[in-house]
């Protein structure tokens, strides 16, 4: 479907374009000069969400999201069952106390009966019972729900309030919430925002302060806890300490790993002191070894008892630990008087040698006993040190975990404190961000309906629906309606298009009438005389005139085509071969006789004049049957019928469900065409439709060409393109295609 269809098509509904966008317009500008007049008023809200006005309990950082969703959730709550509700119990309560109501009931056409004085006021007071104690009205309680009906009644439920007039928003960018009514009052308008606000801001703080009392409550009780829990871990601790006497762990620790690396380092000493001693007294044994063997046995008995007692007394001061003065004093005596012996005896030089090996032994063995108890004392005092770092690692790992428990104990309780005290504070200044900044006015004037702008916003509406729905309308109409389409759509040959015309009661007389002024009939005969050419150019004599479907005006062309025909003098025989509907033989065999023909059965009558009349009239006996020719020639001229028209002549047909070929056996129908050639410039046969019946392929060898006729009426089926890919095998014997019934205002497109 092309633009310039779609202009023509519009074109064509014009009026239609012109008269509904009028309808809607109009009936919209009634509608709203009958609606009654409407009074705004308005009051704005501070929520604080995005100003720094109010006390801060800490250092938050302003965030976009959170504030969306505070404004998204501070709306809702607004809108809620119960806040409204709250503004419904105020109107009714003003209404059924007030002498000038904003509202009255007509109580005549309400099912409820109108209150008397004393159930006025039993309304009044329970709707300030539930006013007070912020709760719905229950529908389960009859009584309440008779206090409902009233509030329906009167239009003050919450569903009328929200759906009739009160529109709660943001101020776009702002830190104000915008509270609108719109109603038949502007009195009405003004006490509904104010009261909502009012209301609202009273159920917040309520709100808050219930939810921050029982926040401080579970806070309160988790901060005695957790003290609790501080003092206990506290009391474990010291109890440790004070049953361990435990000071100062650390410094203790340090001094005595401090002493244990000391003492360590004296064992090293004494260790490296012994083995020492006990080389050198290893070595001296050996030389007095030697010494004695040399000698031969030299004795004093006195340098050895000296020597002996020294010995002696050199034990008792290394088993008394070293520390006896008297002994040292002693050994040091027997010294000096060993000394003095020995040289007062002028013992000889290898006695005087051994003695000073043996003096030197028993000094190295004095020597290495006085390491050896050193040693021992060290070793001793580090095991001692040792075993107490020990208890005190597990001292110090209890006392650690004490601690720490402690400490963590101690944070908890602090934090817990601080939460405490952080919402305790809220509290205290709690709902100061929400406030009344514009309480609403009673509006001076009505409210603007906006008549021409929704007037004409109607009539462009109508307008484009109207444009819409008749596209729509094309796009689903899948009729062929154009030449265009047809190309598309079939792919075949157009050798005319035909408009159409209405064919009730008209006569061909009265198309090709060269006088007339219908434009109608002027167009048409111009298209017929188009398609007359068409043929007279091709060359063919006779002509098969079919279709896809019945109904696509094939009778009606054939005849127009044959009048056309003849006005230029041209002979033409029109041969009913549509035996399935032999609308021809109808229209152009004189009705008197065909009708005495058909209904009185005259045979003979019409043997002369049908087609596929019977023609096995008995033989008599001794009479020859007559020559097939002459009996062909002889049917050939009988059947020619003339019609009321000059230089048209027909060959009728009988209704029949035979086929052609099995009509016609037994006469050789392309010789009778032949013949009739012979007297005829065309011959126009009419064949049943494709999809149907095979009639007309059965036809097509006796036609030089072959004419379908489409009805652009008509849609194209699956059935119909198989017949169109028939006609396009048919090649050099399809003449084109004629497009029939075209409207005048597709014929251009």
Request: charged share 25%; hydrophobic share 35%.
């Amino acid at each position: 479907m092309n633009i310039y269809y779609l202009i023509n098509l519009i074109k064509r509904r014009l009026w239609l374009l012109i008269i509904i966008p009028i309808i809607g317009a109009a009936a919209a500008f009634m509608l709203l000069s009958s609606l009654p007049q409407k009074y705004r008023s308005s009051a704005q809200l501070a929520t604080g969400f995005t100003t720094d006005e109010t006390v801060k309990l800490n250092d938050e950082k302003f965030n976009v999201g959170k504030t969306t969703q505070d404004f998204n959730n501070l709306i809702e709550q607004m809108n809620s069952e119960l806040v409204v509700t709250l503004v419904s119990y105020n109107l009714i309560i003003h209404d059924l106390t007030s002498d000038i109501p904003f509202r009255t009931v007509d109580y005549a056409t309400s099912e409820l009966k109108k209150p008397t004085p004393e159930e006025k006021q039993e309304m009044v007071k329970v709707y300030k019972e539930k006013l007070q104690s912020m709760k719905l009205l229950s529908s389960f309680d009859p009584k309440e729900l008779k206090l409902l009906e009233y509030l329906k009644a009167y239009r003050y439920n919450s569903f009328s309030l929200k759906e009739k007039g009160l529109d709660i928003g943001r101020v776009k960018n702002s830190d104000f919430i915008s509270v609108e009514f719109v109603s038949e009052d502007p009195a009405l308008s003004a006490y509904v925002v104010n009261t909502l606000c009012g209301e609202f801001i009273r159920y917040n703080r309520n709100l808050k302060s219930s939810l921050s009392d029982e926040s401080v409550s579970l806070l309160a009780k988790l901060v005695q806890e957790k003290k609790e829990a501080l003092d206990k871990r506290t009391t474990e601790l010291n109890e440790f300490k004070s049953s361990n006497q435990v000071l100062n762990q650390r410094l203790e620790n340090d001094i005595k790993l401090t002493q244990i690396a000391e003492y360590e380092g004296k064992k090293s000493v004494e260790e490296d002191n012994i083995r020492a001693l006990r080389l050198s007294i290893a070595q001296t044994r050996d030389r007095i070894r030697r010494a004695n063997n040399n000698k031969g046995g030299a004795n004093n008995t006195k340098v050895l008892q000296l020597r002996e007692n020294i010995n002696k007394l050199n034990q008792l001061y290394i088993d008394g630990g070293s520390n006896d003065p008297e002994l040292e004093k002693s050994i040091a005596d027997l010294r000096n008087e060993l000394q003095i012996e020995m040289t007062r005896l002028g013992t000889e030089a290898s006695l005087l040698d051994e003695a000073k090996l043996q003096e030197q032994l028993d000094n190295y063995e004095l020597q290495l006993g006085i390491a050896q108890s050193s040693l021992a004392g060290i070793n001793s005092t580090l095991g001692r040190l040792r075993s107490q770092i020990a208890g005190h690692n597990t001292k110090e790992s209890t006392l650690d975990g004490l601690t720490k428990e402690v400490e963590l104990a101690s944070k908890e309780y602090n934090q817990a404190l601080d939460k405490y005290n952080e919402y305790k504070n809220r509290s205290l200044i709690l709902g100061s961000s929400l406030r009344l900044i514009k309480e609403g006015q009673p509006a001076l004037e009505p409210e603007s309906s906006h008549t021409l702008v929704i007037t004409a916003l109607a009539g462009a509406s109508s307008f484009a629906l109207c444009v819409v729905f008749i596209v729509l309308m094309e796009f689903i109409d899948f009729r062929i309606k154009t030449s265009d389409n047809f190309r598309k759509v079939t792919k075949l040959k157009l050798a005319g298009t035909i408009n159409k015309i209405p064919t009730k009661n008209l006569k061909l007389n009265d198309i090709f009438n060269e006088y007339s002024q219908n434009a109608d009939l002027i167009v048409f005969k111009q298209l017929l005389r188009k398609v007359r050419f068409e043929l007279e150019s091709t060359g063919g004599h006779s002509v098969l005139v079919t279709s896809t479907k019945p109904g696509e005006g094939k009778t009606f062309f054939i005849l127009c085509l044959a009048y056309s025909l003849s006005l230029i003098k041209k002979k033409v025989l029109i041969i009913d071969t549509n035996f399935k509907n032999n609308g021809l033989t109808k229209l152009l065999l004189v009705k008197p006789n065909f009708h005495r023909l058909l209904e009185e059965g005259d045979t003979k009558r019409r043997t002369n004049h049908l087609l596929n009349a019977a023609t096995n009239e008995p033989v008599q006996e001794g009479q020859e049957p007559p020559k097939e020719p002459d009996m062909d020639q002889e049917f050939s001229r009988k059947i020619i019928y003339p019609t009321g028209h000059k230089n048209i002549d027909i060959i009728g047909s009988n209704p029949s469900t035979n086929s052609p070929m099995e009509i016609l056996a037994g006469r050789d129908f392309k010789k009778m065409l032949k013949t009739f050639e012979q007297n005829y410039d065309y011959i126009l046969m009419e064949g049943a439709s494709l999809n149907d019946f095979p009639d007309t392929k059965e036809l097509v060898e006796y036609a030089d060409l072959v004419l379908p006729i489409f009805s652009a009426e008509s849609t194209i089926k699956q059935v119909d393109k198989e017949s169109i890919s028939y006609l396009k095998s048919l090649d050099g014997r399809l003449m084109g295609s004629v497009l029939n019934k075209v409207e005048n205002e597709n014929l251009k497109i």
